[in-house]
């Protein structure tokens, strides 16, 4: 792969939006890459539309816990691989499906995600963070927003 000059012109993206993921598999994929000759990756993870065709609303708490594991990667990699995530919001499986999680119903899930990627976790004065940015009362984030 060195020779070829790829690494000079590409980083590569990890894709992952499961609740539960390797995080060691990833930094073990991550020093692979680096063996190979790319010094940055991409991470990709996902604020709705991961997690089945027919959704119509947004697990807060898959999500989330999504982001707490990407972050768990990246506290476990060199400090300087890591470019950027790409918070992905799939509206649909693919161009013959039906809509999934329209935006207006996750906009508290990518509230969160992101308040967690900002904050390097997540905690009872992040919850409240993003309740006050959102003029929330509740947010639930283990149960369906009703």
């Not at 609303?57 to 691989?81: C, F, M, Y």
């Not at 990627?117 to 963070?129: A, P, R």
Request: glycine share 8%; net charge negative.
């Amino acid at each position: 792969v060195l020779e070829s000059g790829v690494p000079q012109l590409v980083q590569p993206m990890i894709w992952d939006y499961a609740a539960d993921f390797d995080v060691e598999g990833k930094v073990l994929l991550i020093e692979k890459y680096r063996r190979c000759g790319f010094s940055k990756v991409w991470f990709a993870s996902a604020f709705k539309g991961a997690t089945g065709a027919n959704q119509s609303l947004t697990l807060i708490g898959h999500h989330l816990k999504n982001h707490l594991q990407w972050l768990e990667v990246a506290r476990n990699s060199p400090a300087d691989v890591l470019e950027g995530i790409a918070l992905t919001g799939w509206q649909r499986y693919d161009h013959f499906s039906v809509l999934c999680e329209l935006l207006p119903v996750a906009m508290p899930s990518l509230a969160v995600c992101l308040q967690a990627l900002k904050n390097g976790g997540y905690s009872e004065k992040v919850k409240e963070n993003v309740e006050k940015l959102l003029g929330m009362s509740n947010l639930e984030t283990e149960t369906f927003m009703r």
